[in-house]
């Protein structure tokens, strides 16, 4: 089965940078097809997608954060990060890492998150 951990700070300050990793067992995060994404949920709202990277590398952002996100990858440790960079209080959330994959119907894309982490809170505030 596949599983997957994030890790990271509970707190970080405002205008600093939110650094996470996803560590994933039971697949390999090369395995073609498979995208790795990143999703949060502040308090009392609900999931945003923030960015996903590939089984090649390849990185794509949500519009609202691409300015301040960066995803990157470890082959060899079979994990990925999450850098989000001058973060105010309202990026205080439940961050998670899951699998994604996507088909395409009536020429449109259907994504599916199959696997999840159980989410890291994280607190912005100083």
């Known amino acids: 089965q596949v599983q997957l951990q994030e890790s990271g700070p509970g707190l970080v300050k405002p205008s600093q940078t939110l650094s996470l990793t996803c560590t994933v067992s039971?697949?390999?995060?090369?395995?073609?097809?498979?995208?790795w994404s990143w999703i949060r949920q502040p308090p009392g709202k609900g999931l945003e997608w923030m960015g996903a990277?590939?089984?090649?590398?390849?990185?794509y952002y949500s519009p609202s954060l691409k300015s301040r996100t960066s995803l990157s990858r470890d082959t060899s440790k079979n994990h990925f990060t999450l850098q989000l960079s001058s973060v105010t209080p309202e990026d205080t959330a439940v961050y998670y890492c899951?699998?994604?994959?996507?088909?395409?119907?009536?020429?449109?894309?259907?994504?599916?998150?199959?696997?999840w982490g159980q989410g890291t809170r994280v607190t912005v505030s100083s």
């Open positions: 899951a699998r994604d994959y996507y088909y395409v119907s009536d020429s449109k894309y259907h994504w599916f998150f199959d696997y």
């Open positions: 990277i590939s089984y090649s590398g390849s990185t």
């Open positions: 039971g697949a390999s995060i090369t395995t073609n097809l498979y995208y």
